[in-house]
């Protein structure tokens, strides 16, 4: 926080809170929601002439959130009180509101167009109000005019010319969610921010005014769900002791749009229901998920229902009874059928007694299954078949399953990307994957189309983000990490908008929008999902990091119990080549996608590079586009990912002076780390790869720091997240 504070100091900040004028720590906790007055002197002209007073009538908890976040922004942003009224009596009026709560909206007569916000959706229209000229955020529900809400004052925040405003805005994807692996040790799997933000201890009685910050964050980019807890799950959380803590959390999170899911163990009606069996035919197993259901939804009656990791490393599930994952599917779908709820089941399967190559185990298990789930069921899709790689090519169940609505998975947290020290905004990725074309009904037919249901009309949609978020003061560990959590709740709302466009809101609204800082932060940005990509796995390698805690480069990993959490099963290298053959040759994993896709992967020739070595094995003296030979090519990748953090490193020394102290020093410190982290997986991934190339290192490129014994023997301990 605020640090080498002295007396004077204290007594300063002591006299600036006694004036009531804004005295922040820049420690990150205010994300992007900092509403600081904006610097620039025309536009902030033109705010405070054309916002001089708001009408938000009804009194709803929503619009009370909506009224609050209205007064606070506009205090801030415009430096100066704006009166809530109640009649339009000058021009400037900022009218907020449903037809059903504000007659000045009704008024307005907005038909159509309104009726195209569905249900969460809004306007903001720049219109004629009694002659004169007003501001109007209008949406059908209250949900609606928040989220309208939070849409105007990023307007401001980024100082964007207010005056002909005609903003219709709708989700495209209706389930919009967040998935904690928060435990109820309050450990998170693969958390690197801290701890769980659920206090259960104190739950119900005490409730932290973080739920509350958490959810006004998440409203604020229209995010409209959470999972409570770990996929990996406890079945304690079903118990009554715990549902009364659920519940809780639910009513804080309600006003703000978001609905609480939990994750249903397999196995609980043994562990805590005292049965003999969680088969899904027993009937006396499907009727206490019913009463499970109805019980949960006794203490939250908007309850969104379960998400389930079945027959999973090491979960159990349907398949321990010999019934298939639609049986289980269908149980929990019927329990929460009645009250409305979902099942999002998830397709991260894949077996430690099969041989086949595990990046086919889902599709070979779900495929089947197509059009044999309840209505009310999302099978929920990790963005790539392996697992949450820097960089993966689309999941082959993306296209195949049209009877049945497919969710997104993507993970947030940065498990495989650097986890908490690491600066990798991720927007470049998910987009990558969502604008992939899976040519399932023809040229087109992105992935994006097949979440977001137009592709196979679908009405129930979703799109789910492994969460970085925990007991941090700044929420995410890394304050770049943000942008993350950011990029998830705008593109789950609009999946067209580009990463550049979300990296310079988020800048804009976390640091300023002064192009000086916006231009170069943009840059690091944009780079650095590919600088990751680089020095960890380029052109197409995929798990080869550290054991268990998955920090730091491991290619060498293997005799582990089961095959594939090794290394040498996903990078295959050898005297010849490197990479895992799935054509014909070899596993054949290209045969699950579309004719187009493995005609174009499947060809050495046409394999874009980036993918090269995840569907071939390819001979070291192979020449690629560059015209080096494939050794050197991967010398050069590992290089320049290292020259890339170098490159993000001095932009971030350009803007001292520019960001504020706090924040500057923080990710200048985090850049160092990752700079030796960028060298450690370069050096160690080099050395070893090289035992089996025999081939040397381009004399033009930096030499390896250690030997690779020596990088074979770190042993990091306490990684967060295990
Ligand atoms: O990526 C792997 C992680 C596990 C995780 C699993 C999953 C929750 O290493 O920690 O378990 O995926 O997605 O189920």
């Known amino acids: 926080m605020i640090r080498k504070t002295t007396p004077t100091l204290i007594v300063l900040l002591m006299l600036l809170l006694g004036t009531g004028l804004p005295v922040q720590a820049e420690d990150g906790y205010r994300l992007w929601l900092r509403y600081d007055k904006v610097q620039d002197a025309s536009r902030l002209q033109q705010y405070r002439q054309q916002v001089t007073e708001v009408i938000l009538e009804g009194n709803s908890p929503t619009l009370a959130i909506a009224k609050r976040e209205l007064a606070q922004g506009l205090r801030g942003l415009l430096g100066q009180e704006v009166p809530f009224g109640q009649k339009a009596t000058k021009a400037g009026t900022l009218i907020a509101g449903t037809p059903a709560s504000s007659p000045l909206v009704a008024q307005l007569q ?226 929460v059928a009645p009250q409305g709820g979902i099942v999002m089941w998830r397709a991260f399967v894949y077996d430690d007694k099969e041989p086949d190559d595990r990046a086919k185990q889902a599709y070979t298990e779900f495929k089947p299954l197509d059009g044999t789930f309840r209505k009310n069921v999302m099978v929920q899709v990790k963005n790539g078949a392996i697992d949450f790689q820097p960089r993966e090519p689309f999941h082959p169940l993306f296209g195949a399953m049209p009877k049945t609505p497919i969710m997104m998975e993507f993970q947030i947290t940065q498990e495989y990307l650097g986890q908490g020290t690491n600066l990798a905004y991720l927007a ?143 990078h295959r290298a050898d005297e010849q080549g490197i990479g895992f053959d799935r054509t014909k040759t070899g596993s054949n994993a290209l045969a699950q996608y579309a004719p187009p896709v493995q005609k174009q992967f499947g060809n050495i020739k046409t394999c874009p590079e980036e993918f090269l070595l995840w569907f071939h094995h390819v001979k070291w003296d192979h020449k690629l586009k560059s015209g080096r030979t494939l050794w050197n090519e991967l010398c050069y990748r590992y290089s320049e990912g290292v020259d890339q953090v170098r490159q993000m490193q001095s932009t971030w020394a350009s803007l001292e002076g520019k960001v504020d102290e706090e924040r500057f020093a923080h990710v200048q410190s985090l850049l160092k780390i990752q700079e030796q982290e960028a060298k450690w997986w370069r050096d160690a991934c080099l050395l070893y790869f090289q035992t089996f190339s025999k081939r040397p290192i381009p004399s033009d490129l930096e030499k390896p720091a250690e030997t690779l014994e020596y990088y074979m023997n770190l042993d990091p301990k306490f990684v967060p997240g295990i």
């Open 428 to 570: 470049p990725m998910f987009q990558e994957t969502l604008e992939a074309d899976t040519h399932a009904k023809g040229k087109g037919s992105t992935v994006a189309k097949v979440i977001d249901g137009t592709l196979d009309k679908h009405q129930l949609t979703g799109i789910a983000g492994v969460a970085n978020i925990g007991t941090d003061r700044n929420w995410t560990g890394h304050l770049f990490g943000q942008s993350n959590w950011y990029t998830f709740g705008r593109l789950a709302w609009n999946h067209q908008l580009s990463s550049e466009e979300i990296a310079a809101e988020w800048i804009k609204m976390t640091f300023t929008s002064n192009a000086n800082v916006v231009m170069p932060v943009q840059n690091m940005m944009m780079t650095s999902r590919e600088a990751v990509v680089n020095y960890m796995t380029p052109l197409g390698l995929h798990h080869i990091m550290g054991w268990s805690h998955h920090y730091g480069p491991g290619p060498w990993i293997k005799d582990k119990h089961r095959a594939d959490w090794t290394s040498v099963y996903y």
């Open 110 to 335: 907005l038909g159509d167009k309104l009726k195209a916000a569905g249900d969460e959706g809004y306007l903001i229209l720049t219109t004629q109000l009694n002659g004169r000229n007003s501001h109007v955020i209008a949406a059908n529900t209250d949900i609606g005019v928040l989220y309208g809400t939070f849409h105007f004052l990023r307007l401001l925040q980024s100082s964007q010319d207010i005056t002909k405003l005609a903003v219709s805005s709708a989700p495209k994807i209706q389930h919009r969610v967040l998935n904690h692996w928060d435990n109820l040790d309050r450990t998170v799997e693969r958390g690197y921010a801290g701890f769980s933000l659920w206090d259960w201890h104190r739950l119900p009685g005490y409730i932290d005014q973080r739920y509350l910050d958490y959810a006004r964050a998440n409203a604020s980019i229209g995010i409209n769900g959470t999972v409570l807890t770990n996929v990996n799950a406890n079945a304690l959380v079903l118990t009554k002791e715990y549902l009364v803590k659920v519940a809780a959390l639910a009513d804080a999170f309600r006003p703000y749009g978001i609905k609480v899911y939990l994750t249903a163990r397999f196995s609980a009606p043994i562990e805590i229901g005292g049965l003999k069996t969680a088969d899904p035919h027993e009937p006396t197993v499907q009727q206490w998920w019913k009463d499970k259901a109805a019980e949960i939804y006794s203490h939250v009656p908007d309850f969104g229902g379960f998400l389930v990791k079945a027959n999973s490393e090491g979960q159990p599930g349907p398949q321990n009874y010999g019934r298939n994952h639609a049986d289980g599917a269908n149980m929990l779908a019927d329990a």
